[in-house]
T-cell receptor, first 112, second 114 residues
């Protein structure tokens, strides 16, 4: 079965701009989680969506938001980009098996 | 707040050496424990997981981990490493009350000398 697909793979944005990242989960998976990976902070949980509702949220500012569509695809938006937002953003989807997370390859965002 | 500690930031071993990567978590309740691996340029992959039962769990590629509840530890082991094991290894935990949120350790970079 196809894995978790994240687009785009790479992105360069200017400080102050906004960005939208996309994640298509494995077919049939209804839960999508987002993580930020940086060398300094490691992997940090952003939020999780299940059936179009945000079910869990990490400790990130309101500039980070997300949504999930009826087909389970999810988008993450970051507004007013800061240099510190440069990171690899990972998406994970989960099906019915308990804690069976599958990660995508990520979107590498560089803010200049 | 729950946290996961990986005390070894970078481990360098020769091929055929034995490996043990430390992982400790802080949470007094029921947890589920994971080890993920990230090979250079690749996505995170699940090595193994512990939910309940036998505290010694076996994963892919010859890895195993032992859950010691009294020590809040979940160390990863492999008796004989290969050059292809060069990667970054992450210990992670989910807690019962927030099962969809994975808390990761800071990672251990493993370098294997051929």
């Amino acid at each position: 079965k196809a894995g978790v697909t994240q687009t785009p793979r790479y992105l360069i944005k200017t400080r102050g701009q906004q960005v939208t990242l996309s994640c298509s989960p494995i077919s049939g998976h209804r839960s999508v989680s987002w993580y930020q990976q940086t060398p300094g902070q490691g992997l940090q949980f952003l939020f999780e969506y299940f059936s179009e509702t945000q079910r869990n949220k990490g400790n990130f500012p309101g500039r980070f938001s997300g949504r999930q569509f009826s087909n389970s695809r999810s988008e993450m938006n970051v507004s007013t980009l800061e240099l510190g937002d440069s990171a690899l953003y990972l998406c994970a989807s989960q099906g019915t098996e308990p804690w069976g997370y599958t990660f995508g390859s990520g979107t590498r965002l560089t803010v200049v | 707040a729950q946290s996961v500690s990986q005390h070894n930031h970078h481990v360098i071993l020769s091929e055929a050496a034995s490996l043990e990567l430390g992982c400790n978590y802080s949470y007094g309740g029921t947890v589920n424990l994971f080890w993920y691996v990230q090979y250079p340029g690749q996505h995170l992959q699940l090595l193994l997981k512990y939910f309940s039962g036998d505290p010694l769990v076996k994963g892919i590629k010859g890895f195993e981990a032992e859950f010691i509840k009294s020590k809040f530890s979940f160390n990863l082991r492999k008796p004989s490493v290969q050059w292809s094991d060069t990667a970054e290894y992450f210990c992670a935990v989910t807690v019962y009350s927030s099962a969809s949120k994975i808390i990761f350790g800071s990672g251990t970079r493993l370098s294997i000398r051929p």
